[in-house]
């Protein structure tokens, strides 16, 4: 079986979402692929909330289809402030690819790639127990693991550009039954314990996050009742009363674009989320009768392969906030790289007042014809990555990527034939006012 489309959309995370929706409403014939049954990849799947910092001041930096998204989980009282649930994200995102037209393809993983020098014909896709061609035009790689460029044989990077290092791997769990009150008496009481990054005017209507309880890990790790990879526990609230979200396994030395790796992980991370929940139920107050409501379906992957673009999202980009003619994206929140046991973590603090921006060229996989890239797998050094890669961010560089593939469609031009002007009147409510204040 053969199906043609003007632009093939590969991997469902908010990425791919967002670049499908775009692509679509811009007036293109679009199918978005993913191996699973639901779209959302690591916000739903990895269960991964919240959605971390997008504004400055009061300025949003990221709308437009993301925006969107957030509308439809509030309406159905799946989101609090920027905490919400997988089903939320599911319903959400799949009512917003409907509406839009999208052919949507799940329960398909991608095998290959049909490469004519350097244009992607078409893509070989493993549906239960068939294999098709499916045929484009422009191809968008929102796989994460950069999947397309990888099996076209692009360039591509994976982790630490010096020693080849991968960020942490964590499975996400959910924990019902939580008395707050007593449990952030508790974290007011023993702020020494916790990061000084937290702040303590909890509000009960708005997401809280906490993170530390470091002796009480210490503890469990010195009496072996939990593993030694565990630096601490972090949760925030989610919309419903005694509920949390917790981020807190921490998988080390394996790698996430491998399926030997990604099995032990998924053992290795539902282990680690059993002693955690023990512990805080026998140890730490507000959780005496708290109970795991579930875990993710996977484990979360921060980091593997990204793409190499016509441009490199460089470190200095990120934390001298620059700025470029062809930007496309906006952000604003600073490096974080869960770093391996002998590597140090980093958390970055951003100024208050500035943004960062991203190049079309860093969405266009560098030797390719036909090929973008948005999401996790862009073309960044490893430490712009860290920063760039969160869900906003990703959700605004999917949607770039489909105005420039609708672009190219209709206008029948090759995507770098595209003005990018062009582009960004189409994705205006993401960019700076600088770009259309003399119109
Ligand atoms: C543990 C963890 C904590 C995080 N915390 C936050 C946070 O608090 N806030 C925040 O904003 N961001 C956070 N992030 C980052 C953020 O969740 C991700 O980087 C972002 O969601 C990536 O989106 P994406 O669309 O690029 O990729 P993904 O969500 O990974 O989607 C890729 C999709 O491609 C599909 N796919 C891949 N290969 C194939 C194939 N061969 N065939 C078919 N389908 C395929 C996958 O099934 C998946 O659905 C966190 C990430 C992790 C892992």
Redesign the pocket.
């Known amino acids: 079986m053969k199906l043609s489309f003007d632009v093939v959309v ?7 979402i967002s670049a499908a929706i775009k692509a679509a409403r811009e007036g293109a014939k679009v199918v978005l ?4 049954g639901f779209p ?4 739903t ?2 269960m ?5 910092k997008h504004s400055i001041n009061d300025e949003v930096l990221v709308r437009g289809i993301f925006e969107e998204i957030e509308f439809e989980m509030r309406k159905r009282e799946g989101m609090i402030d920027n905490g919400f649930y997988a089903s939320a994200f599911r319903v959400a995102t799949f009512q917003l690819l409907k509406q839009a037209g999208v052919t949507m393809l799940f329960h ?4 290959n790639v049909n490469r004519i020098n350097n244009y992607i014909k078409s893509i070989q896709v493993i549906l239960f127990g068939e294999e098709i061609e499916i045929e484009g035009k422009v191809f968008i790689d ?4 950069a ?1 397309l460029v990888y099996l076209g044989n692009f360039p591509w990077v994976k982790g630490d550009e010096d020693t080849g290092r991968l960020q942490a ?2 499975l ?1 769990f959910r924990m019902g039954g939580i008395d707050f009150v007593e449990a952030l008496e508790y974290v007011k009481n023993n702020k020494n314990d916790f990061f000084s990054w937290m702040t303590y005017d909890f509000d009960l209507n708005k997401i809280i996050s906490v993170a530390g309880y470091f002796s009480i890990v210490r503890k469990a790790i010195q009496d072996k009742r939990l593993s030694e990879d565990v630096n601490y526990i972090f949760y925030t609230t989610l919309p419903a009363s005694g509920e949390a979200s917790f ?1 807190t396994s921490n998988i080390l030395g394996l790698d996430g674009s491998t399926s030997f790796d990604l099995t032990k992980a998924e053992l290795l991370g539902r282990e680690q989320v059993w002693q955690v929940v023990r512990l805080l139920q026998s140890d730490i107050p507000g959780f005496k009768n708290s109970y795991l409501i579930e875990t993710a379906v996977q484990v ?3 980091e593997t392969r990204r793409a190499i673009g016509d441009y490199v999202v460089t470190e200095e980009d990120i934390t001298k906030c620059n700025k470029f003619d062809d930007a496309v994206v906006r952000g604003c929140y600073g490096i974080d790289i869960h770093g391996q046991k002998d590597e140090q973590s980093r958390l970055d603090e951003m100024p208050e007042n500035d943004f960062y921006e991203v190049p079309l060229r860093a969405l266009i996989v560098k030797d390719a014809e036909n090929l973008l890239v ?4 862009l073309s960044a050094t490893r430490k712009a990555h860290g920063a760039l ?4 961010t ?1 959700a605004a560089m ?1 949607e770039a990527c489909g105005a420039l593939a609708a672009l190219s469609v209709i206008n029948k031009k090759k995507i770098r034939e595209i003005d990018f002007r062009s582009v960004q009147e189409k994705i205006k409510h993401n960019l700076s006012k600088r770009f259309f204040t003399e119109n």
């Open positions: 590969a991997g469902a995370g908010i990425a791919g692929i993913d191996q699973y959302g990849g690591m916000s799947a990895g991964v909330s919240p959605f971390m398909s993983v991608i095998t929102t796989t994460g693991d999947q791997l964590t996400f981020n979360g992957v921060r948005a999401g996790r797998c890669r969160i869900m906003p990703s999917g």
